[in-house]
């Protein structure tokens, strides 16, 4: 529902912050990892994930997009919550879990509060191919994408892992010609 939110912090603190876009005030739940990167900052764009309970809206805000990416992954684990997926992102960054997750790393897992033995092995067998490292590629600034970025984006919202859309993606011939709407249909024939 939400791509991103961009305003002014009226109020912040390390989980928590208020920010007014154009006169309607949000609260977002936030990380520390978020919170470093916009502590010095008055105005600022933070990626939105909504989530609907039975008892309320809660808008969770990351300062990037590979964060809240991971964040989703994270909520796709059974017994993995929202509140514990950002202890997580609180702890580790994106590339310290997707590093811990591929190199089975229970202990670094394990650090995390409230994360035992049983739940660090489960995220890592629920996550092992799926997070990718960030790449060099700006995802805050997704107006200057190439067609093959923008189809990249779309194959991984529908839930492929990067590594294997990346892998379909490159199969294709004549690309240039496709547009972004081709791009993706082959690239799902050819997964």
């Known amino acids: 529902m939400f791509a991103y939110l961009e305003g002014k912090i ?24 978020t919170y470093a990167r916009i502590q010095q900052k008055d105005n ?5 994930h909504l989530q609907v309970r039975e008892d309320a809206w809660v808008l969770y805000g990351f300062a990037e997009e590979q964060e809240r990416l991971t964040f989703r992954q994270l909520l796709s684990i059974n017994g ?15 590339d310290e879990l997707s ?7 229970t202990r670094t897992l394990e650090k995390v509060k409230g994360i035992g033995a049983k739940t ?4 890592i067998l629920e996550l092992k191919g799926k997070l990718v490292a960030a790449k060099t590629t700006d995802l805050q600034h997704p107006a200057h994408n190439t067609k093959e970025e923008d ?25 240039s010609s496709m ?4 791009l993706i249909k082959q690239a799902l024939r050819a997964l």
């Open 120 to 123: 660090a092995q489960r995220i």
């Open 99 to 105: 590093k811990a997750v591929a190199t089975e790393d």
């Open 10 to 33: 009226t109020y912040k603190s390390p989980s928590l912050l208020y920010m007014d876009v154009h006169g309607v005030g949000y609260e977002l739940n936030i990380t520390l990892q």
């Open 80 to 94: 993995v919550g929202a509140a514990t997926a950002r202890i997580i992102l609180s702890s580790l960054t994106p």
């Open 179 to 182: 547009t972004v709407e081709e």
């Open 151 to 175: 189809a990249l984006i779309a194959l991984v919202n529908l839930g492929i892992s990067r590594s294997a859309a990346e892998a379909a993606l490159r199969k294709l011939n004549n690309t």
């Open 44 to 48: 600022c764009r933070l990626y939105i």
